[in-house]
């Protein structure tokens, strides 16, 4: 971002009272530039389509297209834009597609104003920025044991990628996610394979006919 060029945001959500909410945080303030508002994903994707966009705070659950899918194709459309989900809900049915999705961070709408700031200059960033409830959640995840047959697609793909030895930044590039999401991947792989670090996954992955 240039120093002298405000954080251009678009804010995403299906009730108007909370857009103009948010719109309101923002307001005033020469480090954010709310360029426009939209009430789903749809509506989103075409605003991004138009217009240049930094990050993109974005509900999930919403008609039309929700987050999560619209998450997923901005990954392809609009690389360069981060997406900061914004919303009430925290549990795995939420969360998990929308990291998968490639969110750069995940945020509930209870956080203080303060922390809404951070974390839209720490998106910006390509920082990842969890609320606690959704990083325990995620580590919880991580935690539970379960069989290299539960590998996603996605986790396929980095387990590939890592195998012929790309980094987690050309990974990260390749797939048109944050480099923080890739080390999320990893860590979901290594628990299912029962290893600690790449190398083990490797050959834990060829042992077991995943490559």
Excluded at 61 to 84: D, F, H, K, W
Excluded at 123 to 146: C, D, F, K, M, T
Excluded at 156 to 172: D, K, P, Q
Excluded at 188 to 207: C, E, F, M, N
Aim: net charge negative; glycine share 8%; no cysteine.
């Amino acid at each position: 971002m240039s120093a002298n060029r405000p954080i251009r945001l678009l804010i995403v959500d299906d009730h108007p009272i909370v857009r103009d909410g948010l719109h309101g945080v923002f307001h005033g303030d020469p480090a954010f530039e709310v360029r426009g508002e939209a009430g789903d994903g749809a509506e989103a994707l075409e605003f991004v389509a138009r217009e240049e966009i930094d990050v993109v705070l974005m509900d999930l659950r919403m008609p039309r297209m929700g987050g999560a899918a619209a998450i997923e194709q901005l990954r392809t459309s609009a690389p360069r834009t981060r997406v900061l989900v914004l919303t009430t809900y925290d549990s795995d049915a939420d969360v998990l597609p929308a990291i998968e999705a490639g969110a750069t961070g995940y945020l509930l709408k209870d956080a203080p104003r303060e922390e809404l700031l951070r974390a839209v200059h720490a998106a910006h960033r390509g920082e990842a920025v969890l609320s606690p409830s959704v990083a325990s959640r995620l580590i919880g995840q991580v935690r539970q044991p379960s069989t290299p047959d539960a590998l996603s697609q996605r986790e396929l793909e980095v387990l590939r990628m890592v195998a012929s030895g790309t980094t987690n930044r050309e990974a990260a590039a390749k797939l048109f996610i944050s480099e923080a999401t890739i080390k999320t991947h990893l860590l979901h792989i290594y628990a299912k394979l029962g290893v600690r670090d790449r190398a083990a996954a490797v050959s834990a992955a060829h042992q077991r006919g995943l490559l």
